[in-house]
């Protein structure tokens, strides 16, 4: 089992930046491939950004390309998400999601989720 811990969600005005984390424990953090997704009121889930165990291959959104960037520390079995040029449309939960296969990562249909963290942009 996995256990996913978010933070750093909260309010910010357009153009403003937020970090989020997310904390792993429970297994070998550094065999799972990692990524941030996000729903907003209304839409379904959708993904942000993924990066794999080896922390080499990243993929983003094209929504949050050049704003958006997903990071690792293996040793504190942790990733970031630093969000620069927020937007209003960034507005969303922000789950953090964790699998031991790339694909089913990329796939929405990871095994282990985070309870989320809100990200709210509006002046």
């Known amino acids: 089992q996995v256990q996913l811990v978010e933070s750093g969600g909260g309010s910010v005005q357009p153009g403003g930046s937020l970090r989020l984390s997310c904390v792993a424990s429970?297994?070998?953090?550094?065999?799972?491939?990692m990524g941030w997704f996000r729903q907003a009121p209304g839409k379904e889930r959708e993904g942000v950004a993924r990066i794999n165990s080896a922390g080499v291959m990243k993929h983003y959104t094209e929504p949050v390309k050049g704003r958006f960037t997903i990071s690792r520390d293996n040793a504190k079995n942790t990733i970031y998400l630093q969000m620069n040029s927020l937007k209003p449309e960034d507005t969303a939960m922000y789950y953090c999601?964790?699998?031991?296969?790339?694909?089913?990562?990329?796939?929405?249909?990871?095994?282990?989720w985070g309870q989320g963290t809100q990200v709210t942009v509006s002046s």
């Open positions: 429970g297994s070998d953090y550094r065999l799972l491939a």
């Open positions: 999601a964790a699998d031991s296969s790339y694909s089913r990562l990329s796939s929405g249909t990871s095994a282990y």
